[in-house]
């Protein structure tokens, strides 16, 4: 494998993490922590959403997350030709 | 015998055979047995052993009372011990993986270049693990005491040999089926009786759904959703408001969820679960398997730490407040309350002596004068355990003995389970770094299993000593434990990977500047050790408590996290290089193809 093709894979996985630790920072700190205030006057269900997002919504978002990563991977693996046999 | 303890004994017997029928099964012939458990593992059973490697006694017993009583407070831990995965499968896990070594010291020690990084991260590995343990020793001490009426030492040593059976035996072979094992036990201990208090309350069979759902007790419709109805249940007693209250401050909250995220992806006995799996991609899977089982109690722990609060608020206060006859007379207590009150857990003190029980919160200034207007004279639940909220909420909701007799077995397998996953990594840091790596680096493999045996036994027999001799900081430990891993382990593994330039002299210097304020932070406000009377907190210079912008010791790994990171980058910053063949080996790392089964070579 060429240096070229190893940073533009490394460079391709960067830019993955950096827009999923963006969604996992949002759900929790954002919507969970700093925003739970403006976003507790919106229900869902019987759920205050900030109180929702804290304690129910982002466990099930960082479990999409880390499918979505590992997806995204195997398929960047195929493409630069680097996955295991 | 009362038929409950016939239960007790034949679910707990009946699990811990089969733990010891598994053992035997899964005895280890090699050292990549002992360490890795072959590196054959499925990703989906690894997930699931994972996940009761990491859920410990606090997540099963302590954590739905720790909700229960800090409301939207308590997210710190539901956020924090779930969000640290996303950091480990997006971050360390693969490339870990793809490294292909036993331990994690073994990847420090080379990445690093230096025999001296491996100590100090073997060193920084036994603090957060032994911390950790002792947490489990004293939750089974506890569990076993209490239900099986043995002593909490005997407790103990049921407990250890139990463990030392299995992880004696298989190592990290026999300690993953068990694992596997313990978790579908824990599981079903934890739902069964969430999903019928939760019908109860709803009428909706799902916790996670019942939580924000219409109160409608016994099926009669309330017109209120549940936590409106906690909410206002909870402040009508000048309680803080259940859905709003929070920890300290938003600060707060925020460095301390990420203190537990960072020491989450940072715990090596995690971390080296994920060398067993078979390739780089299973990893990535692997953790997401982990996190969707967790995931199964985490969701399922705020439900029932709200319903639990309801309930006991429900059967204490039993109508409007003020009314003398809404009160429950201490007298007509229900059977479960006069059973843990034998054990402390709960307390009753008859301040005006009425015979009733006023459960208010009387260090509310403004519900003091209404309390006192209605002849309370404080606070008559003295004491109540944030634990009882799990171990009391099968009793509480009237459910056959059965049930609770599960609650009990699952508690012990949640303990036993983290307990065996963190002797592992302690006995694995001293026979395979310290030994092998260190010391005698021409061991033969049979030797070094052997050797690898009897640190076991010694662990076992150190965290023995400890669950029965608990240091004076015994309850705050887990959390400690987290603050080390977040503040040595986590920054030098991610910097390993992520920077190419980190050179020996930051990873080292990064790792003890980082465990190092942390632990002064802690002992300045908990004392020096732990030592009661050796805090030393000074007020007059402005150090009082919690004086760094009101964050709490337990909060603190995050703020020590972000101290490695910028005492690493500084001083990798101003010295030489990595050589070469270490920028390959990183290159290396952050590519999938040719990873073999982890070895010790």
């Known amino acids: 494998m060429t240096p070229d093709k190893r940073a533009d894979y490394w460079k391709a996985n960067l830019r993955y993490l950096t827009v999923l630790l963006i969604v996992w920072f949002v759900v929790s700190y954002g919507f969970g922590v700093l925003l739970v205030e403006p976003l507790n006057a919106i229900h869902l269900g019987g759920y205050p959403l900030g109180f929702w997002f804290a304690q129910q919504g982002s466990i099930y978002v960082f479990v999409a997350l880390i499918f979505v990563y590992a997806a995204l991977m195997n398929r960047l693996d195929q493409q630069f030709d680097v996955g295991e046999e | ?601």
Request: one cysteine or more.
């Open chain 2, 1 to 601: 015998m009362s038929p409950l303890e016939i239960w007790t004994y034949s679910i707990v017997g009946l699990t811990f055979a089969i733990y010891i029928g598994i053992a035997i099964w899964a005895r280890a012939g090699s050292t990549s047995e002992f360490y890795v458990a072959g590196g054959g593992v499925h990703p989906v059973a690894n997930g699931m052993a994972t996940a009761a490697d990491w859920m410990s006694a606090a997540s099963f017993i302590s954590m739905a009372g720790m909700i229960a009583f800090g409301g939207y407070g308590g997210s710190v831990f539901l956020m924090g011990w779930t969000g640290g995965y996303v950091l480990l499968a997006l971050l360390l896990a693969p490339y870990l993986r793809k490294f292909g070594k036993f331990t994690v010291p073994e990847f420090i020690g080379d990445r690093y270049y230096a025999n001296s990084a491996r100590v100090v991260a073997v060193i920084c590995l036994i603090l957060a693990s032994v911390t950790y343990v002792i947490g489990q020793m004293t939750g089974i001490g506890v569990a076993f005491g209490r239900f099986l009426g043995i002593s909490y030492e005997m407790g103990i040593v049921a407990g250890m040999g139990i463990v030392a059976v299995y992880a004696i035996l298989g190592g990290m072979k026999g300690i993953t089926y068990t694992q596997i094992a313990q978790y579908v036990v824990l599981i079903f201990a934890y739902t069964i009786p969430a999903i019928f208090i939760s019908l109860n309350l709803t009428g909706n069979p799902i916790p996670q759904l019942g939580l924000g759902s219409e109160y409608a007790p016994d099926g009669v419709a309330s017109g209120m959703s549940l936590l409106e109805k906690l909410d206002q249940v909870v402040t009508d007693l000048g309680f803080k408001e259940y859905t709003t209250q929070v920890m300290g401050s938003t600060l707060n909250m925020f460095v301390y969820t990420l203190s537990l995220m960072i020491g989450t992806a940072g715990l090596p006995h995690v971390i080296i679960r994920f060398f067993t799996v078979p390739k780089v991609a299973d990893a990535r899977y692997s953790a997401g398997w982990a996190l969707v089982f967790i995931a199964i109690l985490y969701t399922t722990a705020p439900a029932v730490g709200a319903m639990a609060r309801l309930n006991l608020m429900d059967t204490i206060q039993i109508g409007p407040v003020g009314e003398e006859s809404s009160n429950l007379a201490y007298d007509e207590r229900p059977d479960w309350f006069k059973r843990w009150e034998t054990t402390g857990l709960l307390k009753y003190e008859d301040k005006n002596g009425d015979g009733l029980i006023q459960y208010y919160d009387d260090k509310n200034a403004e519900f003091a004068a209404k309390a006192e207007g209605f002849g309370w004279k404080g606070n008559e639940m003295v004491t109540v355990n944030n634990d009882i909220m799990v171990l009391a909420n099968p009793e509480i909701a009237k459910l056959p003995d059965w049930v609770i007799a599960l609650v009990v077995a699952g508690g012990l397998a949640a303990a036993l389970s983290t307990a065996a996953g963190l002797l592992l990594a302690i006995s694995s840091a001293i026979s395979h770094d310290l030994l092998k790596g260190v010391f005698m680096p021409h061991i033969t493999e049979k030797k070094e299993l052997m050797a690898g045996r009897l640190s076991m036994i010694g662990a076992i027999v150190l965290a023995g000593y400890l669950g029965m001799n608990p240091p004076g900081f015994a309850a705050g430990t887990v959390a400690i434990a987290f603050g080390l891993a977040a503040s040595s382990i986590f920054p030098a593994l991610m910097l390993g990977i992520f920077a190419k330039r980190m050179n020996k002299e930051g990873a080292i210097s990064g790792m003890v500047a980082g465990i190092t304020v942390t632990l002064l932070y802690v002992f300045q406000h908990k004392g020096i050790l732990f030592i009661p009377g050796t805090e030393f907190l000074m007020p007059d210079m402005g150090m009082g408590e919690n004086w760094f912008f009101g964050i709490s010791p337990n909060a603190f790994g995050a703020i020590g996290a972000l101290v490695n990171f910028m005492v690493a980058l500084l001083v990798s910053a101003l010295t030489a290089p990595p050589p070469e063949h270490i920028q390959h080996l990183v290159e290396d790392v952050r590519i999938p193809r040719g990873a073999g089964v982890a070895t010790g070579h």
